[in-house]
């Protein structure tokens, strides 16, 4: 019985200690000013005497992430592509870091006939990644990784992980004439193509455009696109 009852107050503690801990990181959070919060991340590790630090990543709502919307309706309003990474670029404003990501597409699979607010501003690409090729388009991706006043700074998006170089993806896109683009539902419209041409979510959630890409598509390349091929 003294056994059960120590046991139970450590937990107790242990929990405690967690609610602590997870206190003590709101709070530090909520010292961050509104403005210049990354600069102000980067000094307060540079007074720690550390080279690194990890930065939270605002909350974003992307274009067409309704879990509800089917894979079909996806392909009826965006352009799918295959394509590889060739590089990339990270910058920064105040508070958020920014990646773009040069695209080469490998395979046109269906083109979309009307873009989603083509009034809607686009952020502008850093000159160092102009000009673009034919075939080229840069995806702009909240988080990466930059170098502020010697610290290494990184903001990681939990749910939509960085791509890769040379990395080979089927991507679910809005394609403006400037060759910016964005994703369907943001990470939701990305699918890594394997060595065997499977295909394989970048992240995992119970959206439909998942579900169906596994039940309707058995997540292979092949199949999708002979299904885009025949829908035209």
């Given at each position: 019985?003294k056994i059960?009852?120590?046991?139970i107050?450590l937990?107790?503690?242990?929990a405690?200690?967690?609610?602590i801990?997870r206190?003590?990181?709101?709070?530090q959070?909520?010292?961050a000013?509104n403005?210049?919060s990354?600069?102000?991340y980067a000094?307060?590790a540079?007074n720690?005497g550390?080279?690194?630090?990890?930065?939270?990543?605002?909350l974003?709502?992307?274009l067409?992430d309704?879990g509800?919307i089917?894979?079909?309706?996806?392909f009826s309003s965006?352009?799918?592509v295959?394509a590889h990474l060739?590089s990339?670029?990270?910058?920064?404003?105040n508070?958020d870091i920014?990646?773009w990501n040069?695209?080469?597409?490998?395979?046109t699979l269906?083109?979309a006939?009307?873009?989603?607010?083509p009034?809607?501003?686009?952020?502008s690409?850093?000159?160092?990644?102009?000009p673009?090729?034919p075939?080229?388009?840069l995806l702009?991706?909240?988080?990466?990784?930059v170098n502020?006043d010697g610290?290494?700074?990184q903001?990681?998006?939990?749910d939509?992980?960085?791509?890769e170089?040379?990395?080979?993806y089927?991507?679910?896109i809005?394609?403006?004439?400037?060759?910016?683009?964005?994703t369907f539902?943001g990470?939701v419209g990305?699918?890594?193509v394997?060595?065997?041409?499977k295909?394989?979510p970048i992240?995992?959630?119970?959206?439909?455009i998942?579900i169906?890409?596994?039940?309707?598509?058995g997540?292979?390349?092949d199949q999708?696109?002979?299904?885009?091929?025949?829908?035209?």
């Amino acid at each position: 019985m003294k056994i059960k009852l120590i046991i139970i107050v450590l937990l107790v503690a242990a929990a405690a200690a967690v609610g602590i801990v997870r206190t003590a990181s709101t709070i530090q959070q909520k010292q961050a000013p509104n403005k210049d919060s990354l600069k102000w991340y980067a000094k307060e590790a540079k007074n720690k005497g550390q080279k690194k630090v990890g930065v939270p990543a605002p909350l974003i709502e992307y274009l067409g992430d309704a879990g509800t919307i089917s894979a079909e309706e996806a392909f009826s309003s965006s352009t799918v592509v295959v394509a590889h990474l060739v590089s990339k670029q990270s910058t920064y404003t105040n508070n958020d870091i920014r990646t773009w990501n040069k695209f080469a597409i490998d395979e046109t699979l269906s083109e979309a006939k009307d873009l989603p607010c083509p009034g809607c501003g686009l952020p502008s690409p850093p000159a160092i990644l102009l000009p673009l090729l034919p075939g080229e388009f840069l995806l702009p991706k909240t988080g990466g990784t930059v170098n502020i006043d010697g610290v290494e700074v990184q903001q990681f998006v939990e749910d939509y992980p960085e791509y890769e170089l040379n990395q080979k993806y089927v991507l679910l896109i809005f394609l403006y004439p400037s060759g910016v683009v964005r994703t369907f539902g943001g990470p939701v419209g990305v699918f890594k193509v394997l060595p065997n041409d499977k295909l394989a979510p970048i992240s995992e959630s119970e959206h439909k455009i998942r579900i169906d890409f596994k039940d309707l598509y058995g997540n292979s390349l092949d199949q999708v696109r002979k299904h885009l091929k025949t829908s035209k």
